[in-house]
């Protein structure tokens, strides 16, 4: 269709003069140049500023157009009212919208026309001018049900988002109390997915009835690795054994650890591939998830190493060794930001009673499916049933990145009968969950009301990076509760049916009656 009418454009162009092809095309404007949305095309002269904020929206908008002021810059011209800056943003964004729909359904229209033509031998010359039909969509009316209002944007320029046209409202709902180490502890969750939470508490319950959780933190450090080119892969190798010398290794840690209070280098792994070095950087960042403490630490670290090896190039200060929101053998196998175990022994009444199954069956299907059914798989990290549901609803709670719920995720679930069959031992094992109680996004209003929950909002000023491994225990023991509800679940056959009831729509939903007593099953997917 589009050749056919490509080919009676250009027979057109023989046949007519310049004003018919561009009558041909008209869209009630004189400009025929390609569309650009005019708050996209132009760049804000240097050195000319006008003060803004005594003018009205669409003045504003003019200046936008005529390229004085850039949308991403409106909250730098507009700093006592940031509120003002992301509705004249929501306006700008409709208006393009709509103008580039608008195009694009003349552009179908004049295609139709151009077909309609070929197929009849109409001479093109005496094609009418095409009229794009009128649009059914509003932008500016969709944009209505994104929120804008009631949120303190100051606390995002700069830190959390550009471009900001509003914000998302999720759903946060709590599990538990858990009993963890001893204390009890609720779990903030932040999902759109029915019986998430349910599950989760279920679990929590099982769990606190039986004695609780216990955690183990195994280590702590973040990871970066940029990838280095040396002359051959002699060199690379010498410079694997220069870094390997307890002395230089000193010497870099000692250029790292200047970059900051927290960050102390722990240790440096060297992967060579060929002439090419990846560095694999580990170090402590107090209660920061650390990602950016680190890369900075890495910068400083290669000066020092470039000064014994000039010929180095850094290619790139991630190597994809670190591995940051990639699956990767390496962290599973050599841990990323806090490695930790939770562990259970559930009372076999409970198992019944609450968990509606049997110790023997759930230990059965923990084989059959978490190990052998990964396996097949050929998973990495993957031996769990849904670790990274609980993982990402904890992170958007709290403030985290939820891109690293990929490697946060990975995870081992093992499961056994105890004290002569009676009980079930259960564990978890999450060798890489990335997290952080400052920086990112744990200092937004709502996220911070959540760290507050679990008492660990900010940085430990008397044992820095104790609220940081807190919150990693914190996200197992989650786990840990969603595991035994969820295998519970399968293995009594109740999945579907919890969905049903919790994870559908319906016109008027009843009030949730004790749902949250575990008096039955409150399974979730799988």
Known sequence: MIRIGSNLIKQSIKNTNKSGISRFFTTGSNNSTNYKPESCVKEEPKGKSVNVEDLKDQEIIALVDKGEIQPHNLETRLPNNFQRAVHIRRKLLARDLQKEHQRALHAQAVVAAA????????????????????????????????????????????????????????????????????????????TTEGCLVASTHR???????SGGAKTVLLQSGMTRAPVCRLPSSIRAGELKQWIENQENFYQVASAFNSTSRF????????????????????????????????SKGVEKALEVITEYFP???????????????????????????KSVIAEAVISGDIVRDVLKTTVEALVSLNIDKNLIGSAMAGSIGGFNAHASNIVTALYIATGQDPAQNVESSNCITLMESVNGGKDLYISV???????GTVGGGTHLPAQS???????????????????????????AAAVLSGELSLMSAL????????????????????????TISMTHNLPHSD
């Open 115 to 190: 077909e309609k033509a070929a197929t009849s031998g109409e001479d093109p010359s005496t094609i009418q001018p095409v009229v794009a039909p009128a649009s059914n969509l509003d932008f500016e009316s969709s944009l209505t049900n994104l929120p804008v209002d009631h949120f303190d944007y100051t606390k995002v320029l700069g830190a959390c988002c550009e471009n900001v046209i509003g914000y998302i409202p999720i759903p946060v709902g709590v599990a538990g109390p858990i009993l963890l180490d001893g204390k009890l502890v609720s779990i903030p969750m932040a």
């Open 203 to 209: 679990g929590a319950k099982a769990i606190t009835k």
């Open 263 to 294: 960050a102390r280098l722990k240790s440096i792994k060297v992967v060579i591939a060929g002439r090419l070095v990846y560095l694999r950087f580990k170090s402590s960042t107090g209660d920061a998830m650390g990602m950016n403490m680190v």
């Open 311 to 337: 010929e180095m190039e850094v290619l790139s200060l991630s190597g994809n060794v670190c591995t940051d929101k990639k699956p990767s053998s390496i962290n599973w196998l050599e841990g990323r930001g």
């Open 429 to 435: 094992t999450m060798p890489s969950i990335e997290v």
């Open 449 to 475: 009301a959540c760290l507050d929950l679990l008492k660990i909002r900010g940085a430990n000023l008397e044992r820095p990076g104790a609220n940081s491994e807190q919150l990693a225990r914190v996200v």
């Open 491 to 514: 293995a009594a056959g109740h999945l579907v049916r919890s969905h049903l009831k919790h994870n559908r729509k319906t016109e008027a939903p009843a009030p949730q009656a004790d």
